[in-house]
C-alpha cells in the first residue's frame, strides 16, 4: 500500500475502484492469490483505498477472474455518489496542480540561475 507521499501515484481514475477499509479486506480474503497484487497495487489517499483495477486486468489478463472483476468494476471511483466522488477527484487535482507549480518555479529558478552565471 502507498500513501499520498507514496511513490504509487493515481493521476486519473478511469479504471480505479474505490474501497473503504473494511470492503477491501473483504475482498483481500475473497481474491486468493490475487491478493498480494491487490495489496501491492492499492494506494490510500486521506482514508480512501484506490485499487486500478484496469491496469491489473491489462497486466494479468485471463489471470483476473471475470467475476472478480465485475465485483471490483462495481466500486469505480465514477459510481460512487456525487459528493464523495468530487471529495477524491479534486484533492488529487490539487495535488496535481501544487506539483505543476513547484516545477514551474523550478524550471524559472534554473533559467535565471543559468542566465546569471
Known sequence: MSDS???????HYEGVAYFTEEVF?????ES???SKVFRDEVTIKRGRLLL????IKNELGDGFPDALFAAISKKDVYELPMEE???????AGKSLQNKHL??????FLNAVLSKTL
Request: aromatic content about 4%; proline content about 3%; glycine content about 6%.
Open 5 to 11: 507521499q507514496g511513490s504509487s501515484i493515481i493521476l
Open 25 to 29: 479486506e473483504e475482498l483481500l480474503k
Open 32 to 34: 486468493g492469490i490475487l
Open 52 to 55: 486500478p483495477y484496469m491496469k
Open 85 to 91: 466522488n468530487i471529495a477524491v477527484i479534486s484533492k
Open 102 to 107: 513547484r516545477k514551474k518555479k523550478s524550471i
